[in-house]
């Protein structure tokens, strides 16, 4: 036998949809603080130099592309 009064009842169903709205809010602000540093980061690579080999080996293969099309 529950010692439970109906109104402590309902009011723990209130406390529920409480905590899933909490938790939906902690949620989404962890997304954003994790979209926020992803474009962080993302930003700073974009920002990056191409290394001098990387643009040696676009030249190269650019090269060979433009022999094999003559051929």
Do not use: C
Not at 21 to 38: F, K, P, Y
């Amino acid at each position: 036998m529950s010692t439970a009064s109906p109104r402590q009842g309902w009011n723990f169903v209130k406390d529920d949809n409480k905590n899933d709205r909490d938790g939906n809010r902690m949620a989404r602000t962890r997304q954003r603080a994790i979209g926020r540093e992803l474009r962080r980061m993302y930003d700073s690579v974009a920002r990056e130099p191409v290394p001098k080999e990387f643009l040696d080996l676009l030249h190269k293969i650019d090269d060979d592309k433009g022999g094999s099309e003559e051929s």
